[in-house]
């Protein structure tokens, strides 16, 4: 988090030590999203290695030949249209070489952070530096990723106590879910025990 705190987390801030440092007090109870929920709302991973890295003096058009074999007309601050990225990369067929197979991973998976995961304010671009993870697809798989989801929502819903601040980035949608089974006054009336979709989804397929 940058800059001096809000005094709305002022006291989540000083017992920090004592307490969840991921709690934030709000009038209707604590918030507290653990990883645990964010492994079983994403079934992302929550063990193993930190995503970290400099982005430093970085050639992206370099970086998006070699990883995806084209150079995006627009780069803007190393970042790219996620929409570009649906409409250059189709999804292969049997008949796809291994290389095309790849770079539709990395696509596709750069649609999925950039979109869903860690969105940022333009909800339509997504930056280069998640690439620089998926040059190998077994060692991408040895990231927190989980950690990163939730570090980048929390740091946002830090920054959204000013009141001049009208959008967040961040997985928007664990942060929902989340407090859809945890406050009671938003919890939907259901019938049937509930299920998360993705998960479900990831598990049949």
């Known amino acids: 988090m940058t800059g001096p705190p809000s005094p709305l987390i ?51 058009g370099a970086i998006c030949y ?40 990395r696509s596709y998976i750069l649609q999925i952070i950039g979109g869903y995961l860690m969105p940022d304010l333009s909800r339509n671009l997504v930056h280069l530096r998640w690439l620089l993870k998926l040059v190998d697809f077994r060692a991408a798989s040895e990231f927190s990723w989980g950690s990163a989801v939730l570090a980048t929502l929390y740091r946002e819903m830090c920054g959204a106590t000013r009141p001049n601040k ?21 919890h939907p009336r259901m019938d049937h025990p509930y299920t998360f979709s993705l998960i479900t989804r990831q598990i049949l397929y």
């Open 66 to 105: 070699e990883l995806l074999g084209v150079i995006p007309d627009n780069i803007n601050g190393g970042r790219i249209e996620i929409a570009w990225l649906g409409d250059t990369f189709s999804e292969p067929d049997d008949d796809s070489t291994e290389l095309k197979k790849i770079r539709y991973a």
């Open 10 to 60: 002022e006291d989540y801030l000083q017992e920090a030590e004592t307490r969840d440092a991921n709690t934030f007090h709000l009038p209707c109870g604590e918030c507290t999203i653990t990883l645990e929920d964010v492994h079983l709302q994403l079934g992302l991973p929550v063990d193993g290695d930190a995503v970290t890295g400099s982005v430093h003096s970085v050639d992206w």
């Open 166 to 186: 009208a959008k967040i980035r961040g997985c928007l949608s664990l942060l929902q879910s989340w407090a859809r089974f945890r406050f009671l006054f938003l």
